[in-house]
């Protein structure tokens, strides 16, 4: 976020009406993001999980509003407090903040910057819902969101993004959240089900999206929504800077696509939609916090590079034994660090600051500083999260029983069904019910 690698913008004491409403255009597209996740995660799961892999989305966009607005932006951007956390009373409730209060050094009012990160925070725990389908009570869920954004997402966005943390002292370069965002869910992911274990049936029964064109739209919904997310995070588009991540964010994408595709060919022999859509996500996440400092051609490297390893760690789970169901870790932990690391090499020093990674003449600084980051907010989010499910666990339990589990998680948490086959077949003189579809299994991305 721009915030921590702020060395070109200029400071503008006066309100800007075009960056103040290119900023809230960019929230709503961040905002999107997270149906559309909702809807590429449900239509990778079996049909009698569809609906619970929504809500599980859907129930960040309440639970971390609500505690953004009560204290998550103060500790996140508040006063810093020994490099670790934030707290500014006039954060609290946002209660304490002019109508045309300016951000600190930019154009846009406190309400937008604000807004725009609270994106980010609802986005973040939902991105961690997809290791979890099929087995997680919806309850415990929620109570883990809670707990989770305030233990782990805000302090490390502070880390990140805010004045006075450590990791924006040091320089790490991170412009839109592969580690605050990517890394971050994908670390929890991995502590989350090392504590709940798999889902009944992993690598014995066929788990295939029961919805392909689901997922394909959820895709495109989030490249879509990805340039709010991506370009939105310089904060303002006086210099190029945020033009310059946009493009990027199309052609890293476009490569790592394509990358994924010629792997499943020369691997499988066949080009997927489900192995398109992932590409194209792997890509998305690299791209993420490395796209201010590269050039186009550094882009499509990194494109490149994400959509094949991605490609290939999303079978990691199936030699290690443990069940990600929807290929969080493979995708958006492995595809974080890759394109944060990747900053260490592409970095060109004429984007968003000075800094030079290896490739052009930077030595190897840069790249010690992206590795920090990358393995502080690794390991602390793997810990922090494995201790809160475990918590979780061995109070009110975090997993659904065995029966609700193999019956299905739709009618047990929310006595509803993703589709109504009753009437399929069936003509106006009929008077037998149809029989319900069969269940549609969740597709193995790649085999082990």
């Not at 415990?140 to 305030?150: G, M, N, Q, S, Y």
């Not at 050039?295 to 991605?310: E, F, N, Q, R, T």
């Not at 030595?363 to 690794?378: E, I, N, R, S, T």
């Not at 589709?419 to 549609?440: E, L, M, Q």
Request: aromatic share 10%.
């Amino acid at each position: 976020m721009a915030p921590a690698i702020t060395t070109l913008a200029a400071d503008a004491p006066e309100l800007s009406a075009a960056n103040t409403g290119f900023m809230l255009i960019c929230s709503a597209l961040v905002m999107l993001m997270t149906p559309a996740l909702a809807f590429f995660y449900g239509g990778m799961v079996r049909v009698k999980s569809t609906l619970n892999m929504l809500m599980m989305s859907f129930i960040s966009l309440g639970i971390v509003t609500i505690l953004w607005v009560l204290f998550g932006f103060s500790l996140a951007f508040g006063t810093d407090s020994g490099s670790i956390i934030g707290w500014s009373s006039d954060y609290v409730g946002l209660s304490g903040i002019g109508v045309t209060e300016l951000w600190d050094g930019y154009t846009i009012p406190v309400y937008v910057f604000a807004v725009f990160q609270l994106m980010f925070a609802i986005l973040t725990p939902a991105l961690i819902s997809g290791a979890l389908a099929d087995r997680v009570k919806f309850t415990a869920w929620a109570l883990f969101i809670t707990l989770w954004v305030t233990v782990v997402y805000f302090p490390v966005a502070h880390w990140v993004w805010g004045a006075g943390g450590w990791l924006f002292e040091m320089g790490v370069i991170d412009f839109a959240g592969g580690t605050a965002v990517h890394i971050n869910a994908g670390a929890a992911a991995l502590g989350v089900i090392l504590v709940i274990g798999k889902r009944v049936g992993f690598k014995k029964d066929p788990m295939r999206p029961h919805s392909l064109p689901l997922v394909m739209l959820g895709a495109g919904l989030l490249w879509f929504g990805w340039f709010g997310f991506n370009a939105g995070s310089w904060l303002g588009n006086d210099d190029g800077v945020g033009a310059v991540m946009f493009v990027n964010t199309q052609v890293a994408t476009a490569a790592a696509m394509l990358a994924w595709l010629a792997y499943e060919k020369i691997r499988h022999g066949s080009f997927t939609t489900l192995g398109a859509a992932s590409g194209a996500v792997a890509g998305l996440v690299a791209i993420t916090p490395s796209g201010g400092a590269v050039s186009p051609l550094g882009a499509i490297a990194i494109g490149v590079i994400a959509g094949l390893l991605c490609a290939m760690a999303v079978g990691l789970k199936y030699r290690f034994g443990y069940d990600d169901s929807l290929d969080v870790i493979g995708v958006h932990l492995v595809g974080g660090v890759l394109g944060s690391l990747l900053v260490g090499l592409f970095a060109t020093g004429g984007v968003q600051s000075d800094a030079k990674g290896l490739f052009y003449g930077g030595g190897l600084d840069q790249l010690g500083k992206q590795a920090v980051g990358v393995f502080a907010v690794l390991a602390y989010s793997l810990i922090a999260s494995a201790i809160l499910a475990l918590i979780i666990d061995k109070t009110m339990g975090m997993r659904v029983s065995e029966d609700d589990e193999v019956s299905g998680i739709d009618q047990v948490e929310h006595a509803e069904t993703a589709y109504d086959f009753s009437g399929a077949g069936g003509g106006a003189s009929s008077r037998s019910t149809a029989a319900p579809a069969p269940a549609v299994t969740e597709n193995k991305k790649v085999d082990a």
